[in-house]
Antibody, heavy 124, light 107 residues
Framework: EVQLVQSGAEVKKPGESLKISCKGS????????IGWVRQMPGKGLEWMGI????????RYSPSFQGQVTISADKSISTAYLQWSSLKASDTAMYYC?????????????????WGKGTTVTVSS | DIQLTQSPSFLSASVGDRVTITCRAS??????LAWYQQKPGKAPKLLIY???TLQSGVPSRFSGSGSGTEFTLTISSLQPEDFATYYC?????????FGGGTKVEIK
């Protein structure tokens, strides 16, 4: 079964660092991009960035560039999202998702496999 | 960044109704658009990609159309399990932005 398993809920204080994870299984982890999506409480989905575990090529949304770091360890099929200094405004659910492609006269991309999400709460 | 504007942001409908949700892009994105369904407390679920291709296992009452800047998601006959929030996403260029969402509630 293809799945992405995310690490558990985190409760942190402002200024602390954090690294959450997303482990892929059931497919070739190095052959698919993995993206991260934020959902603040009661709000919509925000695309944060994406990494290709095969060579660690990474793209960030300008809104998140410099605020978070996306990385991957292909030896253990795991992608990461990390913060060096959390803020209260980082409180949210964070999802990882696999970017797949289909061909219909062109290659089309979509996020077809999602993790269950990691809740991050930042509060003093 | 490409902005996606969904309308309406909220709609109230009854079981059996035909429902249409619109997603407008701030610039042309060809057919690089996907639709997702999200239920409370759950991860999003892919419904449609390439604007009109139904993901495997998704009921045929869901359909998508459009290209360029205007897209629609249609549910031909709303079922109780379809009450959820729906999002469009463009995958034409980075960042792969999402629309603001459309919440479909029971009338």
């Amino acid at each position: 079964e293809v799945q992405l398993v995310q690490s558990g809920a985190e409760v942190k204080k402002p200024g602390e660092s954090l690294k959450i994870s997303c482990k892929g299984s059931g497919y070739s982890f190095t052959s698919y991009w993995i993206g991260w999506v934020r959902q603040m409480p009661g709000k919509g989905l925000e695309w944060m960035g994406i990494i290709y575990p095969g060579d660690s090529d990474t793209r960030y949304s300008p809104s998140f560039q410099g605020q978070v770091t996306i990385s991957a360890d292909k030896s253990i099929s795991t992608a990461y999202l990390q913060w060096s200094s959390l803020k209260a405004s980082d409180t949210a659910m964070y999802y990882c998702a696999r970017l797949s492609s289909g061909y219909n006269e062109d290659y089309y991309y979509y996020m077809d496999v999602w993790g269950k999400g990691t809740t991050v709460t930042v509060s003093s | 960044d490409i902005q996606l504007t969904q309308s309406p942001s909220f709609l109230s409908a009854s079981v059996g109704d035909r429902v249409t949700i619109t997603c407008r892009a701030s610039q042309g994105i060809s057919s690089y658009l996907a639709w997702y369904q999200q239920k409370p407390g759950k991860a999003p679920k892919l419904l449609i990609y390439a604007a009109s291709t139904l993901q495997s296992g998704v009921p045929s009452r869901f359909s998508g159309s459009g290209s360029g800047t205007e897209f629609t998601l249609t549910i031909s006959s709303l079922q109780p399990e379809d009450f959820a929030t729906y999002y469009c996403q463009q995958l034409n260029s980075y960042p792969h932005t999402f629309g603001g969402g459309t919440k479909v509630e029971i009338k």
